[in-house]
């Protein structure tokens, strides 16, 4: 199974920072099958980017992704109140089962 | 507004059995693959089962293999899944979820609330 890593486990910005979160795969994410989801307390899990870098339905475009093969990165180019949450980054695909990262937390410093 | 909502939880002893329910509206039903996706604090997201948009692809976790069995009914619009031989371990909160692509994928999009299954003696 493939493994994913994400980094850092907590990232700690103000409202208007950027953050970087990674995800790193043990293994090629073929066709780029790569997805990230945005989970906030108390709510189910929001997709956000599929295909690496493709925005979900009603997305806003400070959400971005980026990468390939093995290392992939979920961009928040100005952070909003309502971003700060919980991400997850997901490989899918033809093959199951289909694995997470641990998450990353983004926090209000 | 495509909806799912789950039901079926609740607090069982090991070996036992539960049967989970997922109610879906807003969508064709029939023309999606639906998932069961569970949470816990300590492992994270996990993808428990798949299936196809006719039951014909069926996947599971390795965890559940042999004691899970999903399915669904089309014409009820609702996604299944039968657990026994239920183990502490499988304590969790359990989500249904649509296959947001146009094939049996793994991408998950919407998802329902969620219900929560304690394993417990």
């Known amino acids: 199974d493939i493994v994913l890593t994400q980094s850092p486990g907590t990232l700690s910005l103000s409202p208007g920072e950027r953050a970087t979160l990674s995800c790193r795969a043990s293994?090629?994410?073929?066709?780029?099958?790569l997805a990230w989801y945005q989970q906030k307390p108390g709510q189910a899990p929001r997709l956000l980017i599929y295909?690496?870098?493709s925005r979900a339905t009603g997305i806003p475009d400070r959400f971005s992704g980026s990468g390939s093969g093995t290392d992939f990165t979920l961009t928040i180019s100005r952070l909003e109140p309502e971003d700060f949450a919980v991400y997850y980054c997901q490989r899918y695909g033809s093959s199951p089962p289909w694995t997470f990262g641990q998450g990353t937390k983004v926090e209000i410093k | 507004e495509v909806q799912l909502v789950e039901s079926g939880g609740g607090l069982v002893q090991p070996g036992r059995s539960l049967r989970l329910s997922c109610a879906a509206s807003g969508f064709t039903f029939d023309d999606s693959a639906m998932h069961w996706v569970r949470q816990t604090p300590g492992k994270g997201l996990e993808w428990v089962s798949g299936?196809?948009?006719?039951?014909?692809?069926?996947g599971y976790a390795d965890s559940v293999r042999g004691r899970f069995a999903i399915s669904r009914d089309n014409a009820k619009n609702s996604l299944y899944l039968q657990m026994n031989r239920l183990k502490p371990e499988d304590t969790a909160l359990y989500y249904c979820a649509k296959d947001s692509s146009s094939w049996y994928s793994g991408r998950f999009d919407p998802w329902g609330q969620g219900t929560l299954v304690t394993v417990s003696s």
């Open positions: 293994q090629r994410v073929s066709s780029n099958y």
């Open positions: 295909g690496a870098s």
């Open positions: 299936i196809s948009w006719n039951g014909g692809i069926i």
